[in-house]
C-alpha cells in the first residue's frame, strides 16, 4: 500500500518494562508509551491521523470532517492536527451540548474547530455527509474521516507500529507473545493485526472492547482488514478465530467508570506510577490483569500494553471519585 504519510508523533514511542507488575505475576509486563506521541495530539490517535489527513491533503482538501463522542480523544487530536496544518475542522459529536467544557470537548474547541451535537443514537455518516456537502457550497473541500480513523487508510498508523515493535524487540533481547490494546473504534486493533499477519509473525493481538460487544467488534475489524487487503490488491481469507476481543470489562457502558474501575486506575499509579484514563486504558488495562489473575494468559512469558494516552478526557466526576482513594 503506498499512501501519503504526514509526519507528525514523536516516533519511535519507548517501551518500558513495569517492574512491581511484572514481579508479582511472574511474566514481563511491558508497556509501550504512545501516550507520548505528543501533547495535544497524545495516544494512539496521531499515528493513524498521519495517513488520514496525509491521504485528505494528497487530494487537495482544505476541510476535515470527523466524529467522536463528547470525551473523543480522536475528535481532539484531530482539532490540533488541523490547527497546526491550517485546515478547517468540523467535528460530530454524538452527545448533548455540555453544561461546563471540560477535558477533550474543551480542548477541541480551545483548537478552533466547529462543533455539530447530534443525539448519542443519531446518524453519524449521514450527519458528516450534510456537513460535507454545506462545506462544499460555501467553496471548500472536506474530507470526511471515521470515528477514530478506523478505515483502511487510518489503520496504517498502527501497521507501522507492529514494525517499529518488531524493531524495538531486536534491540530489547526479547519477543512478545501478546499485544494487548483497547479497542474503541477498530482501528488500532485491525492495523496490529494486518502487520502481524503480513510480516508473518505469531503474536497474539489481544483487545478489550470499551463499548460493543465481541461479535460487533469482530466484524468491524474484519470489515477493516478486508479493505486494507484489498488496497494490496489481494483477496485474504480471515481467520476470525484469530481475532481475539474481549467485552466482559466494558462495565457500564463506554465513558461510564464503576468505584471499582477507578480504585483499580489509583491503585496502579500508586504501584508504578503510571496513570490511565477511566475511558479507554483503565479499562483494557484491567481485563488485562484480571485474565492474568484468572490464568488465562498463563502461555504468555512477555505481555506488551499499548498505552494510547487518554488522560485529557478525565471528567470532574471520574477525578472527584478518584479523590476517594488517594
Partial sequence: MEDNRILIANLPTPIERLNNLSDKYAMGIYLKRDDFTGSEVSGNKVRKLEFSIGHALEKG???????????????????????????NCELIIKGERPDDFEGNIFLSKMLGANIHYIASDGPVDEKMEKVKKEIELKDKKGYIIPIGASNAVGSLGYAENMKEIIKQEKELGLEFDAIVVTVGSGGTYAGLWYANRKLEKEKDIVGFSVSDSTEE??????????????????????????????????????????????????????????????????????????????????????????????????????????????
Fill in 61 to 87: 482538501c482544505d476541510t476535515i470532517i470527523t466524529a467522536g463522542a463528547i470525551q473523543s480523544n480522536h475528535c481532539r487530536a484531530t482539532a490540533a492536527l488541523c490547527a497546526k496544518l491550517g485546515l
Fill in 217 to 326: 467488534f469482530t466484524l468491524d475489524v474484519k470489515d477493516i482488514l478486508i479493505d486494507m487487503y484489498k488496497r494490496d490488491g489481494i483477496k485474504e481469507k480471515i481467520d476470525e478465530n484469530r481475532i481475539i476481543i474481549k467485552d466482559e470489562y466494558i462495565g457500564d457502558g463506554y465513558a461510564l467508570s464503576r468505584e471499582e474501575e477507578i480504585r483499580f486506575i489509583c491503585d496502579i499509579a500508586k504501584s508504578e506510577g503510571l496513570v490511565f484514563d477511566p475511558v479507554y486504558t483503565g479499562k483494557a488495562f484491567r481485563g488485562m490483569i484480571s485474565e492474568i489473575e484468572n490464568g488465562n494468559f498463563n502461555e504468555y512469558k512477555n505481555i506488551l500494553f499499548i498505552h494510547t494516552g487518554g488522560l485529557l478526557g478525565w471528567t470532574s466526576e471520574q477525578r472527584n471519585m478518584a479523590m476517594k482513594f488517594k
